[in-house]
């Protein structure tokens, strides 16, 4: 089940309509349900609640004002490679750990 501050995607009829966080999730009166507080990450930031069932927080579509809607659980790559262009126009492959870590406390004072 997705947990507070998982980051989700919410679709709308089958189709990506905006990221989320799931800021809290709260236990409802009705077992199984719960309250879900999710922070839009859209332009404007947005807060919202939803009541949802559980099997809607795993992923399983639920309807909302009569449209088909499901939340899916967005998982970050666990390794990201550079690629870095070469004076010469080349591509260079650099693994992860080969990366230069820049410090803008000591550009800003050049």
Not at 17 to 37: G, M, Q, T
Not at 80 to 87: F, G, I, K, T
Request: zero cysteines; a negative charge.
């Amino acid at each position: 089940m997705a947990k507070e501050n998982d980051i989700v995607m919410i679709y709308l009829e089958d189709q990506p309509l905006s990221f989320a966080r799931i800021e809290e999730i709260l236990a409802n009166s009705k077992p199984d349900w719960y309250h879900v507080r999710l922070l839009l990450l859209n332009v404007p930031l947005q807060v919202v609640t939803w009541i949802l069932r559980d099997v809607y927080i795993n992923g399983e579509e639920f309807t909302m004002n009569g449209k088909r809607m499901r939340l899916e659980e967005v998982e970050a790559p666990k390794e990201v490679d550079l690629a870095v262009e070469s004076n010469s126009g080349g591509r260079i492959e650099k693994g992860p750990h080969e990366g230069k870590i820049i410090s803008f406390k000591d550009l800003k004072k050049k």
